[in-house]
């Protein structure tokens, strides 16, 4: 495929993504488009809008006055397209985006960043309707001591919501002598549990101090969406 084409494509699927809020009229512009604007105004006399347009079905077609199988079966292909662009653009809407929360304070930044000279990368993290992406930085390791200047390593998951089993999240207290002497706060770890992880392992997010609860119920409500959607298609 040439660039070219597949701009067209995308500015295609961006006019149309929006189709759901589009009036009668939108819808009649649409299908004029497609060689079936003679049926313009029976969509704006049956007050037919892009959010009812999906519903419809052959019976209905009919009904409204749409008698030629061949456009009725046209319609019937445009609109499960629509269809298919819809669920598309709403499986790869952006809900949350966030990234690590590397340091406990200012002063554990520039003692382990010297003092900026060795600037770090934070993992990301990007929650879509019925996927999580984790884009994992692992920084060069001398035991516990993270060796910031050493380069890093990086790795990316993108877990499927349908197959998480469980959602944690835990508090992570900064040390005791930063939080004396440099009003640390602490972190939110939010571990996420699937069964289909390569070895059992747990997705681990880590959070500045207060964002835990809200960005693991954000989660839990996609994958239960996911999840009602996953048993809907399985039938």
Known sequence: MSQNAYHSMNEQGREMADFHTWSSEQLGVFFRKKGLGEYSDLLRRH???GALAPLLEDKDLKEIGINVVGDRLMFKHHLKDL????RYNKRM???WQGEEQVFFSSFDKSFFTCWGMCPVDPST???RTNHLRVKKVQPVRCGPVRLFCFGDYHHSNNVDLSKVDDVDVYGVPAPC???SFCCARGKDRIDVESRFETGGEK???VLEEGRGEEVAAMILNQVEESQQ???GTSF
């Open 47 to 49: 007050k037919i809008t």
């Open 83 to 86: 269809s298919k662009r819809d």
């Open 93 to 95: 809407e952006v809900l």
């Open 125 to 127: 993290y990007m929650l």
């Open 177 to 179: 002598i930063q939080r």
């Open 203 to 205: 997705i681990t997010l």
């Open 229 to 231: 959607m996953d048993r």
